[in-house]
């Protein structure tokens, strides 16, 4: 899959190698469909897929926004499909801390986003965060919620390509 992204999205180095290598997983095509949305939403902002920096001096400026995962749940479903439920946190940086109208503004707009996300070039279904809740501590917007992500494994069972079958009936001799 070639993918490209905004210059505002900044990755890790271990999901770039992912990335340049086609080994990306359901959760990292998660969040770089999200990084994506983000980027639209707010261009002038970086959209951040590593954790906030929490030792000063702080690199990430305000505006920013951050994509973390936080919990991974996963169920094996028939068929080869995984269904993952992962916990996702978006944090937006407000420029200024008491700017409580920019932080509802920006929390609306991620709870919105967050209601369907468009998949990444090649993939079937948007993600959909069902249930988001939103919280501004120090001037931080924080979105939580938990989305469902379908993967399936390829089976490397041969395929059948011609069946057979035999069916035995027993009729009634007596009719009454």
């Not at 949305?37 to 707010?42: D, M, V």
């Not at 030792?55 to 991974?72: C, D, E, G, M, Y």
């Not at 439920?85 to 407000?94: F, K, L, W």
Request: proline content about 7%.
């Amino acid at each position: 899959m070639t993918l490209k992204l905004s210059p505002n999205i900044k990755k890790d180095k271990a999901l770039a190698e992912k990335m340049a290598a086609g080994d990306l997983n359901c959760i990292d095509c998660f969040k770089l469909a999200v990084s994506v949305r983000l980027s639209e939403l707010f261009p002038s902002a970086p959209v951040y897929l590593v954790p906030q920096q929490q030792t000063k001096p702080i690199q990430q400026l305000p505006p920013a926004v951050f994509v973390q995962t936080t919990n991974i749940h996963r169920e094996k479903r028939l068929g080869g499909e995984h269904e993952y439920q992962i916990g996702v946190n978006i944090a937006y940086m407000s420029k200024d801390i008491n700017a409580q109208t920019e932080q509802e503004a920006a929390a609306m707009r991620l709870m919105d986003m967050a209601e369907s996300i468009p998949p990444l070039p090649g993939m079937e279904y948007p993600y959909t965060m069902y249930a988001a809740d939103a919280n501004t501590v120090d001037g931080i917007v924080n979105i939580t919620g938990i989305t469902s992500v379908w993967e399936r494994w390829p089976d490397n069972t041969p395929l059948i390509e011609e069946a057979g079958v035999k069916v035995n009936t027993k009729e009634k001799e007596d009719e009454e």
